[in-house]
């Protein structure tokens, strides 16, 4: 498709400017299709994926038709999750940067209502929020649509398939009848259809055509692996591939929680998520993948919506999507910011069929690859380790290590090659993540705690005239954890339980081990379960 520059498309001063303040020149495929429709006020249904500038495309015209000298409510966008309405509305943020007066406001369930019904007293333009939440607040008249002349659904799929269907139509039905209704989806479903004709007028289609939402930077594989091998064969492409942050894509929410409890068993730096953790729990599963504590996110399709972290090497297909257009979904979770990223699918029995389906779709070739063995595993370590100690033969000074080596060598019975070969058993027995020194926080079993947290025991309690706020603060203080992630705190007479993330125990217990609360020493453990 021809190149389009911003500054085509009849798009304000003051937008622009926050356009080019976020670094953006030319205009992706949807927006530079919708953003001209959109300005003339008719309703569109844009079908476009997640990674293809969506965001922009129907908030850049959106920014335009609001009066930031009204206080009004103006505007609404629905988004199935908590996360996505963040980031949405966080884009809208930037975009409005240079436009004063402009408020948005998020509003989504786990977040105090209260908050949220004071920030909308003081007077908001556009609301970014989950169907249900907004429909608690027309419930409470906290919300008022007689000024709404913009209604935007994003992701409309995710939210029928979440259920939200008669939310939605309640929603569309009580917003004012002269009012420009926009609609992106992934896929264009029946149920989709029938919103459109049901609440939209000559809804004008704007498709981002299917080569688009490819990513050919993306190297594809696919494996025939049987229901019971599905584990060992990922751990073994995950030694292998060894990737910086790599995303497994189960089918179910049961066996993310399965997979993520085998992986943490097994040593591995691996979180869960899916709809039905806790928004507290969600926060910190995300957190400790950003900022990388957390190596691997097993993940259902739904939870990872709103994903957008740069560095996924790695993608896997642990379970094959039941639609094809979710397969370019996943995919495209790596491979950003011009990286080559990698994608592995494990296929069982006719499943192959599904997948020259999607092969047809995505037109692009996934190659068939053998199950690696555990020698290609560990020939694969020690080429790993021959690279690190040929880039340190090549630029270190190695002449104090070398004549301690020589030394030995005539003080002992043994050889160069011997000593060589001892140091490379070593290194091949304390695993490829040796430089990191990460605590692997997969064995501390069941300490009946909730799940991705730990339980620890301290032997101090009430009687010495602790209380809650004196553990907390030891805990965060001695261990640098930010206090706020530690969970609750069960105080007895003589010990007390409190709750950490599981990533970060291993590093409290150490941080722990010569600490005193209140001038008092203490022990501290893993609890047992009860």
Not at 179 to 205: G, N, V, Y
């Given at each position: 498709m021809e190149t389009v520059r911003f500054e085509e498309l009849d798009i304000t001063e003051p937008i622009l400017r926050a356009i080019t303040d976020m670094g953006f020149e030319e205009a992706t495929p949807i927006q530079a299709k919708a953003i001209p429709i959109e300005l003339t006020g008719a309703d569109v249904v844009g079908q476009a994926q997640t990674g293809t500038g969506k965001t922009a495309a129907f908030g850049i015209p959106l920014l335009q038709k609001i009066d930031p000298r009204s206080k009004k409510l103006q505007a609404i966008v629905l988004c199935p999750t908590r996360e996505l309405a963040i980031q949405v509305a966080d884009e809208i943020r930037h975009l409005a940067k240079f436009m004063h007066g402009i408020k948005v406001l998020p509003i989504y369930g786990g977040q105090d209502i209260v908050k949220q019904i004071r920030s909308l007293k003081a007077g908001t333009q556009?609301?970014?929020?989950?169907?249900?939440?907004?429909?608690?607040?027309?419930?409470?008249?906290?919300?008022?649509?007689?000024?709404?002349?913009?209604?935007?659904?994003?992701?409309?799929?995710?939210?029928?398939?979440?259920?939200?269907?008669?939310?939605?139509?309640?929603?569309?039905?009580?917003?004012?009848?002269?009012?420009?209704?926009?609609?992106?989806?992934?896929?264009?479903?029946?149920?989709?259809?029938?919103?459109?004709?049901?609440?939209?007028?000559?809804?004008?289609?704007?498709?981002?055509?299917?080569?688009?939402?490819?990513?050919?930077?993306?190297?594809?594989?696919?494996?025939?692996?049987?229901?019971?091998?599905?584990?060992?064969?990922?751990?073994?492409?995950?030694?292998?591939?060894?990737?910086?942050?790599?995303?497994?894509?189960?089918?179910?929410?049961?066996?993310?929680?399965?997979?993520?409890?085998?992986?943490?068993?097994?040593?591995?730096?691996?979180?869960?998520?899916?709809?039905?953790?806790?928004?507290?729990?969600?926060?910190?599963?995300?957190?400790?993948?950003?900022?990388?504590?957390?190596?691997?996110?097993?993940?259902?399709?739904?939870?990872?919506?709103?994903?957008?972290?740069?560095?996924?090497?790695?993608?896997?297909?642990?379970?094959?999507?039941?639609?094809?257009?979710?397969?370019?979904?996943?995919?495209?979770?790596?491979?950003?910011?011009?990286?080559?990223?990698?994608?592995?699918?494990?296929?069982?029995?006719?499943?192959?069929?599904?997948?020259?389906?999607?092969?047809?779709?995505?037109?692009?070739?996934?190659?068939?690859?053998?199950?690696?063995?555990?020698?290609?595993v560990a020939n694969t370590k020690v080429d790993k380790i021959m690279e690190k100690i040929k880039n340190t033969i090549q630029e270190e000074d190695l002449s104090a290590t070398m004549r301690l080596v020589e030394k030995r060598l005539n003080d002992e019975d043994f050889t160069a090659l011997d000593m060589a070969a001892a140091f490379l058993k070593m290194a091949l027995g304390r695993g490829e993540n040796e430089e990191t020194e990460k605590p692997a926080y997969g064995d501390f079993g069941d300490t009946g705690a909730e799940e991705g947290m730990v339980r620890l025991f301290v032997n101090i309690g009430k009687k010495q005239n602790v209380k809650p706020g004196d553990i907390l603060g030891a805990v965060a203080g001695e261990s640098g954890m930010p206090g706020k992630l530690v969970g609750s705190i069960d105080m007895y007479d003589k010990y007390t339980f409190v709750e950490v993330p599981r990533e970060y125990a291993k590093e409290v217990l150490k941080a722990m081990q010569n600490s005193k609360i209140k001038g008092k020493s203490i022990n501290i453990e893993p609890a047992n379960r009860k």
């Open positions: 556009i609301i970014i929020g989950t169907p249900g939440r907004v429909m608690d607040h027309m419930r409470r008249k906290t919300v008022k649509f007689d000024y709404i002349h913009t209604v935007i659904l994003d992701e409309a799929d995710e939210m029928l398939n979440m259920g939200f269907r008669e939310d939605i139509e309640t929603i569309l039905s009580q917003v004012p009848e002269e009012r420009q209704t926009i609609m992106f989806s992934a896929t264009m479903p029946k149920p989709i259809l029938e919103i459109t004709h049901q609440f939209q007028k000559d809804a004008q289609l704007v498709k981002v055509v299917k080569k688009e939402l490819t990513v050919p930077k993306i190297e594809q594989y696919y494996y025939e692996v049987k229901p019971k091998n599905k584990e060992e064969v990922l751990c073994r492409l995950l030694d292998i591939h060894a990737p910086k942050l790599s995303l497994i894509f189960c089918n179910t929410k049961r066996q993310v929680d399965e997979l993520t409890l085998a992986l943490q068993n097994r040593g591995y730096f691996a979180e869960g998520l899916h709809g039905d953790l806790k928004q507290s729990q969600r926060d910190r599963v995300m957190n400790g993948f950003r900022n990388g504590k957390t190596d691997i996110l097993v993940a259902t399709d739904v939870a990872a919506r709103g994903i957008d972290v740069d560095d996924v090497e790695a993608v896997f297909n642990y379970d094959l999507p039941q639609d094809d257009e979710y397969y370019v979904h996943r995919i495209g979770r790596t491979g950003r910011a011009g990286r080559t990223g990698q994608a592995f699918s494990f296929v069982i029995g006719r499943e192959v069929y599904k997948l020259r389906d999607i092969q047809r779709y995505c037109k692009t070739k996934i190659y068939l690859q053998p199950i690696p063995s555990l020698n290609d």
